[in-house]
């Protein structure tokens, strides 16, 4: 089993900024993507930022400039530092991790269980 924690979340204020974090533990071989996508009340869950293995970064166009993807792949960790937030980043957000469960398996796709950035005007 593979669990995707995530933490950070929280109330800021517009203009402000917010750090999540996202640790991958239990049977991993190796991790290929990471991301972060979130989900407003109502609304289809979107992508927020994508990180693979290597360092490549895919970013939705609202947050480009503004929102900044890393991994540390030794602690199969991901991060998502949000400046200049607005009250439309409000949502919770999910880490994604596609992860290989031991040498020659498939890659499987997980999910956190969300943690709730709210921005107030």
């Known amino acids: 089993q593979v669990q995707l924690v995530e933490s950070g979340g929280g109330l800021v204020q517009a203009g402000g900024s ?20 979130h989900q407003a009340p109502g ?25 900044t993807i890393s991994r540390d792949n030794a602690k199969n960790t991901v991060y998502l530092q949000m400046n200049s937030l607005k009250p439309e980043d409000t949502a919770v957000y999910y880490c994604k991790a596609d992860v290989s469960p ?6 499987y796709a997980y999910w956190g269980q969300g943690t709730q950035v709210t921005v107030s005007s």
């Open 18 to 37: 917010r750090r999540l974090s996202c640790a991958a533990s239990g049977s991993i071989f190796n991790i290929n993507a990471m991301g972060w996508y």
């Open 102 to 107: 031991y040498s020659g398996s498939g890659y």
């Open 43 to 67: 609304k289809q869950r979107d992508l927020v930022a994508t990180i693979t293995s290597g360092g490549s970064t895919i970013y939705a166009d609202s947050v480009k400039g503004r929102f």
